[in-house]
Every structure is written in structure tokens, then in C-alpha cells.
């Protein structure tokens, strides 16, 4: 069962929070918060198979559904990625529909797809002792794609009209960037943007996302309808607690 694409289902509004410090010990503090799903961040945070196996194992205890986000959309990868046990994936800088097409085919079996099979050694088949997985994989499988540019900006309704595009999730950082507004998402250029992509998202039938700074942002964007909302990060938490405690000791 795949929480995520349950909630999508239903049209529940879900909140997450993304994992860019690669460790298993603190993906187990946070999935301990009750987030309904994390992010784990390979794009920009420095995660390899291995790191991202040992957060997957420390969070499969709490009911919340891991995503993780690959450094690029590589069929390679993201078949590693699925054998590993993912089943929710973040695609970064999906510009048009074949790419998203070619994404979705890389999630799934022959014929319907490109995915390598493997299951003896698959820990998402529970090394070959589910019998049922290559035929039911792409069942729980959820893809995501971001919206991150002026060139994605421009086919969301294309984007969202492939088949196997579970959601799609607006990345404020890269496309202030791609608008020239680098570093200022909260440009009103930038903030019409969002607000028009986050329209046309849910007018297409498909679940919007985006990354929120903080709660306060967050419960605009829920207000407006977006579905998933990541707020904050853990290096975020870490930091600002830090601070804060050393503030509060020396004042």
C-alpha cells in the first residue's frame, strides 16, 4: 500500500518534510514526528544507494510513505532506486510530456514499460519470496514530477496528461531561477507563477505540491488546494534549534 498515492486517491491534503542530511538516525527522529511522508533529497543532498537504503530501513517502522527525489530522471537509477524498495518518486526539471512519458516508462515492467526486471535480489520483492511482485509492482508505484522551469511552466496540462503522472510538484527555488529571479522566489512574478501553475495543476484532475518555507506558507498553499506540502527541512530544524538554544544560553 502506498499512503501517498492513497491520499491522492481520496484527496486528502498530506505535509512532509524534506531529508537532505543522508542519515539514517535522523530520518528515524523525524519519521517519529508524524509527517505523512518524508523526502529524501539525492538531487542536492548527499545521498548514495546506500545511505538512502539505511533512511528506508529506519523509517518502515512508522505509518508515512518515503519519497525520494534522484539527481536526475535516468532509467538507471530510478531502477535501482525501485529494486531497492521505493515506491514514490520525485522526478527534478521534467520540461515536456515525452520526458514525463519516458519517466513512467522507466517504473515499469515489459511490455508495459523499460524497467530491468529482477526479483530474487529485489528487496521490493522481498528477495523473490513475493510472488506477486512483478505483476502488481506498478500498482503501488507513484510518480511525481516537478515543475521547476518556464519550459515546464509552459506544458503542465501536457505533463499531466500522461498516463502513470501521479502528481505534480512545483519546485519556487529553480523556477525564480528559470524566471530571473534567482534566489527570490517571493518575487510577485515568481508568486503569480506558482499560483497560476497551482490552478492549472488542479484544474488538469492531477494533485498539486509544493515546497512551503514554513507553516504560515503552507496553509496558504493548502488553502488554494495544493494536495502535498513539504515544510522545512532538517538541516532547517537543526539549525534554527541550534541557534536558538545558544540565543536563549547567552541572553
Known sequence: MNRLKDAFREKRTTVGLWQALANGLTAEICAGAGFDWLMFDAEHGPNTLTTLLAQLQAVS????????????????????????????????????????????????????????????????????????????????ICVITQIESRAGLDQIEAIAAIDGVDGLFIGPADLAGSLGHLGNPAHPEVQAAIEGAIDRIKASGKPAGIFARDADQARAYMARGVSFVSVGTDVGLLAKGARQLLAQCRA
Open 61 to 140: 517502522a512508522y505509518p508515512l510513505e518515503p519519497i525520494v527525489r534522484p539527481p536526475v530522471g535516468d532509467p538507471v537509477i530510478i531502477k535501482q532506486y525501485l529494486d531497492m524498495g521505493v515506491r514514490t518518486l520525485l522526478i527534478p526539471m521534467v520540461d515536456s510530456a515525452e520526458q514525463a512519458r519516458r519517466m513512467v516508462a522507466a517504473t515499469r515492467f515489459p511490455p508495459a514499460g523499460i524497467r530491468g526486471v529482477a526479483s530474487a535480489t529485489s528487496r521490493a520483492a522481498r528477495f523473490g519470496t513475493d510472488p506477486n511482485y512483478l505483476g502488481a509492482a506498478h500498482h503501488d
